[in-house]
């Protein structure tokens, strides 16, 4: 399956095993066989809709098998598909649909209304209402409906055999929060989701007796190319979620025997707060993959101890995401660390300057292999500063340990990572900034128990103005997603700078993590002194 075009992964294991189970989700749950025709059909109506190399096709919607074989439809297309985070707001869907400038946009019924009325479609854009679970939507005058694509397709009888598309060409574009405040994005290549494909497949050992089950979003590289695109092209079957729900997420362990699957921390979180955490029947589980943020040992030691092994993986958006990772057997020896570099990967460390750091030095953490990023859409500044002499630059301090594990020590970049989302402080000052009252504002992360990190905005008044909290937070509803929004307004006389002017963020959050522990300070443990 290596060299196997993506668009074809699927329409390969129907030729060897066509009643293998490929997708149980919302909408369906065909085998490969029954998934290679939905891929066949979307691909005919893709053509008939003009949509050809190099264009793009949107999905605004939550997890469901019609989204994945429009990604598999574009890639037989050479089309560059585009999913987008339905939890932002859709003025920022307007915003990310205006740049990209796609053929189409498919978007699901739940977000309809609210995509109409901010009229996010751009001019050329050809929007299409898909159905719920509950009702077909109306149609809006000028939108086409699903279920005439879906026939249409199917009257176009086998899609007209394409060009063979170039592997180094891009098949995903997703767009990642920037520390610019502006989103990147992030161009993956059929050739780079390949190369993570067999990084994936290698880290979890996976063969088509493994049944997975994804919660994640798809919109992002973890829910789409951890497990789910490596175990459809492994020929694993996969039971997808909607949207997480932990309920849903024990049901399915027990009901489905489920072997694979990826938990980041805060939905780990809620797994052990839950009831059914020390009782549930975990016993067909071969590990639990998470990562996105730094992961607490309190987590691993709880996993651990119901017998299921927790392996982490490290990487980004712009690494398809599997850079370096724990493999199963390591899980108990290694616990903590990001792995080591992931199959086909070559990791490094490296100090302001770029000189390789050795065993146990923190530095930067730079990444080399075919899974990189092709660039960034439109930017080709970023894409130079982000890549340099063919190693990717996170943004990530870390170090190497004489076995070659990695551990990330923290981010060189001010990102937040809340609940598993990119937050770019940026973004969210960019609109404290716009409020007259506001002198300065800076955005930092607090440490939180569940989410990992939670917003938290810090302002300075203007001189004579009173902050009304209650109106800082209106002004972001409709414009950021509400995981986005500060959970906490501190006040302060005026933010600490450098003498060149640059705002000491390490400084609020320490601040801001001082004021947590005086609301809320640590309960006494086992072993603690009362």
């Not at 129907?14 to 029954?34: C, E, K, N, S, T």
């Not at 070659?404 to 981010?411: E, H, P, S, T, V």
């Amino acid at each position: 399956m290596t060299h196997t075009p993506l668009g074809h992964w699927v329409h390969a294991v129907a030729a060897a095993r066509p009643g293998q189970p490929a997708l149980i989700a919302v909408d369906g749950r065909p085998g490969f066989a029954g998934l290679a025709r939905c891929i066949d059909t979307l691909t005919a109506a893709l053509q008939r809709r003009g949509v050809a190399a190099g264009e793009r096709v949107s999905w605004l919607g939550t997890n469901s098998a019609a989204m994945l074989s429009a990604l598999f439809a574009c890639a037989r297309l050479g089309a560059i598909f585009m999913p987008l985070n339905w939890r932002l707001a859709p003025a920022e869907h307007r915003a990310l649909l205006a740049r990209a400038a796609p053929r189409l946009l498919f978007v699901d019924a739940e977000f309809v209304a609210a995509t109409l009325h901010a009229q996010v479609a751009p001019e050329g854009t050809q929007a299409v209402a898909r159905p719920g679970m509950d009702e077909q939507p109306a149609t809006p005058p000028g939108w086409q409906d699903w279920a005439g694509v879906v026939a249409d397709g199917a009257q176009a009888g086998a899609p007209t055999p394409p060009a063979p598309v170039d592997p180094e060409l891009p098949i995903l574009l997703c767009f990642t929060s920037g520390s610019t405040g502006e989103p990147k994005g992030v161009l993956l290549s059929q050739r780079a989701l390949a190369a993570n494909a067999d990084a994936a497949a290698d880290m979890h050992g996976l063969t088509s007796a493994d049944r997975i089950l994804t919660t994640l979003p798809l919109f992002h590289v973890g829910g789409l190319n951890i497990q789910t695109l490596p175990a459809l092209r492994q020929g694993c079957t996969v039971v997808l979620h909607a949207r997480f729900d932990a309920d849903a997420v024990f049901d399915a362990i027990e009901a489905q025997r489920i072997t694979l699957t990826v938990l980041v921390p805060a939905q780990l979180e809620v797994m052990l707060a839950h009831p059914r955490w020390a009782a549930a029947d975990l016993r067909s589980l071969r590990a639990i993959s998470t990562g996105s943020t730094v992961v607490p040992r309190r987590l691993i030691d709880a996993v651990h101890a119901r017998g299921v092994p927790l392996i982490q993986v490290w990487g980004a958006t712009e690494t398809s995401p599997v850079a370096s990772c724990v493999h199963i057997e390591e899980a108990q020896r290694h616990a903590g660390s990001a792995g080591r570099a992931a199959l086909g990967t070559r990791l490094r460390i490296a100090d302001a300057s770029g000189r390789e750091q050795p065993d146990g030095a923190s530095g930067e953490v730079l990444v080399r292999g075919a899974q990189l990023m092709s660039g960034y859409w439109h930017d080709a500044a970023g894409t130079a500063g982000a890549l340099r002499e063919g190693w990717f630059h996170s943004g990530d301090a870390g170090h190497l340990d004489r076995e070659g594990f990695l551990w990330i020590d923290g981010r060189l970049k001010d990102m937040i990572i809340s609940g598993g989302e990119n937050v770019s402080p940026a973004e969210v000052e960019a609109v404290l900034l716009e409020c007259p009252e506001v002198a300065e504002a800076a955005v930092v992360g607090r440490p939180d128990p569940r989410w990992g990190e939670a917003v938290v905005a810090v302002v300075a008044p203007r001189q004579g103005a009173r902050l009304d909290e209650q109106a800082l937070r209106a002004r972001y509803a409709g414009r950021l997603a509400r995981f986005k929004q500060p959970r906490e307004f501190v006040v302060v006389d005026a933010l600490p700078r450098t003498a060149l002017g640059k705002v000491r963020k390490e400084e609020l959050r320490e601040l801001v993590a001082r004021r947590a522990e005086a609301a809320h300070p640590a309960s006494p443990g086992v072993g603690d002194a009362a």
